[in-house]
């Protein structure tokens, strides 16, 4: 098969991994962190390359070490050893889990004492975004357990690591964009009027992974009449009928690193408040794309969008903001919204997401993936077609 | 197309959520608890109805409370006003999130002080198997701002209904048991020596949402010659070939339920160290199969696998367990152990799990799905081959 999509290898060096680390260590060091404990899939990832569905069972807890210095250390359920053995990782701890009296408590205890044998400073993500993977009486234990601890949050350690794309990264995401462009391009050959949205969905999830998607995790939308009401749905049986509008929306993954972007789709005929309202998003999308560059801030990058819509007769949506960071989530810090102000990166890969109401509580959303270069944006989607795609 | 599986509605009755939320209430007031927060997928599904893959954004937190009488109320973010409005619930407040620096905390502040005036105790779950899925710091903040509010573990009150099923819920599952079972039983015609794992997995993933799996979150294994040492990987770009053994283990779901089961396959031909651990696992399951049933502990239940296999001249595995509770999630209370001594209910769907080390650090494991009668265990999947499939 002929391969049209960017290249991009599977897995990381252990230099990068090695990067990372020494990136958190230096922010840790500024904010006087004595070690940081990680207890979530992406950090986890991020740090060690550790990559298993197996986190979607909630019975075993996984914690990964960043001490002040020296590579990160694992202390995890012994059923991951053999896996985490693959990585970078040398250090690695075991316990028999699932063990609920002591489900690697005592052992993490121990390895954060030997690291802080005089107290310390343990960072732990407790910020927007973040949230502990543990029971909540395990963390309290842990504390009890670390006398002359304290913990201090680390969110701004990983938020503004994560925050910035390798090329490794970036690569990663462009080839799953240009996968999934490819499949919202050829959706008008195989979906059509008489599926119910289940079929829709499931055929267009079948040609992702045809297409080389790894896995299709995100998948939601809505169909109706003239336009639909919600954006979050998963498939119902509700018949696609002429006259409808379908918006599919993907965060599909290559290699662990996710896309995140829709498409609009009206089937036989669009109302000319549809084609409006369409007109009005990819125009904002566009105004978006212009101004987003190193040095702006996602406050600014979001009123470049917002004043097209505003300009345009419409006040945004209840979405809350016009986009967000991506990577190995289908969405990530930052967030392009009043009052965010981040400052954007060459590097950062972010969606542009602007979206209004029309026709009495429909919905319109439009979505690009970019990557911040020094000069601007760079697509890594393909763009979305310039008038709204009717399926006859 | 002739449809072989059994049948299952999708959705639930009003009636279902009000039973499991008396249910709850009931226990809640066992416990002296005023309210009970959730911040979790399944719980807040569990009780709500409220079924959006969008739990896969870390961006926003999703909280219901159970009041001590009445329905629940969710405090959620506008984006999933139009979704929770579908459901059952009809007091439903929403703020515009992300909102860093109150991301519903002060709603949910507001509507805690509501049912709570006095002050009261707050049930959360926070033992094992669980998390709080939202900040930290948040949750710091809402403690803060709960004065004469003390938190007390809930876990008890979500893991004793969620582990006993309804036969609404029950069908569900043994639906996606069956789907799966006729995608295991046709893979030996679309997968072959010489398929790397990566395609292999996509085929028969690919099979299972042709035949009518809404999603398959979960998908694990291994391949190796003669044997694998690894189960909870992601396929690799490993070809397999003539002489190894091919492990998949897979959680798809139907409307919100998931199976949880393996099959093993050998290509071309199988060591006989290889059929006499599958035979020993087969026998060890055969052994659970038999011995499960109302009244009877999981550690009761663990032990009748256990001696199989130890009289078999095996010790288990490094699983810790040999098997565990299934529903909404793949892995769900209560597990299969020494010391879990879970009383063993009808209507519990249990997954029988034995495994064992063969041949120098290779593994063998076996996977069944029961649901719990008055009179014994019920097959949800179709049995495992009594002799290792060896596709040619």
């Given at each position: 098969?002929l391969?049209?999509?960017?290249?991009?290898?599977?897995g990381?060096?252990?230099?990068?991994?090695?990067?990372?680390t020494?990136?958190?260590?230096k922010i840790?060091?500024?904010?006087?962190?004595?070690?940081?404990?990680?207890?979530?899939?992406p950090?986890?990832?991020?740090?060690?390359?550790?990559?298993?569905i197996?986190?979607?069972?909630?019975?075993?807890?996984?914690?990964?070490?960043i001490?002040?210095?020296?590579?990160?250390?694992a202390?995890?359920p012994?059923?991951?050893g053999p896996?985490m053995?693959?990585?970078?990782?040398?250090?690695?701890?075991?316990?028999?889990?699932?063990?609920?009296?002591?489900?690697g408590?005592?052992?993490?205890?121990?390895?954060?004492?030997?690291?802080?044998?005089?107290?310390?400073?343990?960072?732990?993500?407790?910020?927007?975004?973040?949230?502990?993977?543990?029971?909540?009486?395990?963390?309290?234990?842990?504390q009890?357990?670390?006398?002359?601890v304290?913990?201090?949050?680390?969110?701004?350690?990983?938020?503004?690591?994560?925050?910035?794309k390798s090329?490794?990264?970036?690569?990663?995401?462009?080839?799953?964009c240009?996968?999934a462009?490819?499949?919202?391009?050829?959706?008008?050959?195989?979906?059509?009027?008489g599926?119910?949205?289940?079929q829709?969905?499931?055929?267009?999830?079948?040609?992702?992974?045809q297409?080389?998607?790894?896995?299709?995790?995100?998948?939601?939308?809505?169909?109706?009449?003239?336009?639909?009401?919600?954006?979050?749905?998963?498939?119902?049986?509700?018949?696609?009928?002429?006259?409808?509008?379908?918006?599919?929306?993907?965060?599909?993954?290559?290699?662990?690193y996710?896309?995140?972007?829709?498409?609009?789709?009206?089937f036989?005929?669009?109302?000319?408040?549809?084609?409006s309202?369409?007109?009005?998003?990819w125009?904002?999308?566009?105004a978006?794309?212009?101004a987003?560059?190193?040095?702006?801030?996602?406050?600014?990058?979001?009123?470049?969008?917002?004043?097209?819509?505003?300009e345009?007769?419409?006040?945004?949506?209840?979405?809350?903001?016009?986009?967000?960071?991506?990577?190995?989530?289908?969405?990530?810090?930052?967030?392009?919204m009043p009052?965010?102000?981040?400052?954007?990166?060459?590097?950062?890969?972010?969606?542009?997401?602007?979206?209004?109401?029309?026709?009495?509580?429909?919905?319109?959303?439009?979505?690009?993936?970019?990557?911040i270069?020094?000069?601007?944006?760079?697509?890594?989607?393909?763009?979305?077609?310039?008038?709204?795609?009717?399926?006859?």
């Open positions: 098969m391969d049209l999509h960017p290249m991009a290898t599977r990381f060096t252990t230099a990068e991994f090695a990067q990372r020494e990136a958190a260590q840790m060091v500024r904010q006087g962190l004595d070690a940081m404990l990680l207890t979530t899939e950090e986890v990832r991020y740090f060690t390359g550790f990559d298993t197996f986190w979607l069972s909630p019975t075993r807890p996984w914690f990964v070490v001490p002040a210095k020296g590579a990160p250390i202390v995890i012994e059923i991951g896996s053995s693959l990585t970078w990782i040398t250090d690695i701890r075991t316990w028999l889990a699932p063990q609920p009296e002591d489900d408590i005592s052992l993490l205890t121990e390895t954060l004492r030997e690291l802080m044998p005089g107290g310390g400073i343990l960072g732990l993500p407790m910020g927007h975004e973040t949230h502990v993977r543990m029971p909540a009486a395990d963390l309290a234990k842990l009890a357990g670390l006398e002359g304290a913990l201090a949050d680390a969110t701004e350690v990983v938020r503004s690591l994560r925050m910035v090329e490794a990264e970036i690569a990663k995401i462009a080839r799953m240009s996968i462009s490819a499949a919202f391009e050829d959706l008008p050959s195989y979906i059509k009027a599926d119910s949205e289940r829709a969905f499931a055929k267009f999830k079948v040609d992702l992974l297409k080389g998607a790894d896995d299709v995790p995100y998948l939601v939308g809505s169909s109706g009449p003239g336009g639909f009401e919600n954006v979050i749905n998963r498939p119902s049986d509700r018949v696609i009928a002429e006259g409808d509008m379908l918006l599919l929306d993907t965060g599909a993954l290559f290699d662990g996710s896309c995140d972007f829709d498409r609009n789709f009206a036989g005929h669009a109302s000319d408040a549809a084609k309202a369409y007109d009005l998003a125009l904002a999308t566009e978006g794309l212009q987003a560059r190193p040095g702006l801030t996602t406050t600014e990058l979001w009123a470049a969008m917002a004043q097209v819509l505003e345009g007769g419409c006040s945004g949506h209840q979405i809350g903001r016009m986009g967000h960071g991506l990577g190995m989530q289908v969405t990530e810090w930052p967030s392009l009052g965010d102000d981040t400052v954007i990166q060459a590097g950062m890969v972010l969606t542009l997401e602007p979206g209004l109401a029309f026709g009495g509580g429909k919905m319109m959303l439009h979505e690009e993936n970019i990557v270069r020094e000069d601007g944006a760079e697509l890594l989607t393909r763009r979305a077609a310039r008038e709204l795609p009717i399926i006859t």
